[in-house]
């Protein structure tokens, strides 16, 4: 079985694959500072509290980090733990999609992921729309090309500035009120979080198609949920894109 761990600034999402599907995943905290030995710990009692066993079923590891410190930690756990080297995307690992940045060591491994397993199962042209620690938006040629994206503050990362800039402000659940003219100042914020994000996502992401055409929109993220429902551009929600990603550069490079 393929462990895929897909780690970010905020959160670390982790899936299982047997075969092609995916027969567990778990999300937890990025916290920088732990080890490796503290890693392969919360990974086996995960396993274990769904059966899977973490020393025999296990025969893959594939990585994608935009937490440098953890990449490191991760490459030796799966190292000590499972007596073989991690897949970790970075430049050199065989994606099979030509990265048409212009300087394709930029971009980063989650985002490379998501153009994979979108180009994979959805064909192109097409476009991502990660929800995230900061929100990115991909852009894939009908040829299965990445052709570049942009990248913004994720809502998380604004509404921790607006809260701590704002003394009179207090923090909200982000969730849709009623109307979009909110009534009282906890429907005003959730009114301009929600409701201004997925306006921002659909600008962008009209933009992208005015200069690709017709194309598919799909979004993925820990932080879709919310915005996602009031979106008018995207068509398709696949919350383990990313993980997808993953297991498929695996392959390519097996």
């Not at 756990?77 to 212009?102: H, K, N, Q, S, W």
């Not at 394709?104 to 979108?118: L, M, S």
């Not at 109307?179 to 992401?205: C, H, M, P, R, W």
Request: proline share 4%.
């Amino acid at each position: 079985m393929l462990l895929t761990i897909d780690s970010g600034n905020t959160q670390t999402v982790i899936g299982l694959f047997n075969g092609t599907e995916l027969a567990d995943h778990w999300r937890i905290a990025t916290v920088a500072e732990r080890t490796a030995d503290e890693l392969a710990l919360m990974i086996q009692q995960f396993l274990g509290f769904h059966g899977f066993s973490f020393d025999e079923q296990i025969d893959g590891v594939a990585i994608s980090s935009g937490v440098p410190r953890v990449t490191v930690e991760l490459r030796a756990m799966t190292e000590r733990y499972f007596g073989f080297p991690a897949l970790v995307v970075e430049p050199g690992v065989r994606t099979g999609m030509p990265i048409l940045y212009d300087n394709p060591k930029e971009v980063g491994a989650d985002r490379i992921a998501n153009a994979v397993a979108a180009y994979d199962q959805y064909g192109g042209p097409s476009i991502v729309v990660d929800f995230g620690t900061a929100n990115t938006i991909e852009a894939i040629s009908e040829k299965g090309e990445y052709l570049g994206g942009a990248i913004f503050p994720g809502i998380e990362i604004s509404m921790d500035a607006l809260f701590g800039r704002a003394a009179a402000l207090r923090r909200v659940e982000l969730v849709a009120p009623k109307n979009v003219i909110g009534k009282s100042t906890v429907e005003s914020i959730q009114s301009g979080a929600v409701f201004g994000y997925s306006g921002q996502v659909d600008t962008l992401v009209e933009m992208f198609q005015a200069e690709l055409g017709e194309c598919t929109v799909i979004s993925t993220g820990g932080l879709a949920e919310p915005i996602i429902k009031h979106s008018r551009t995207i068509q398709h929600h696949e919350p383990w894109l990313t993980l997808q990603g993953l297991r498929i550069i695996f392959e390519r490079n097996q």
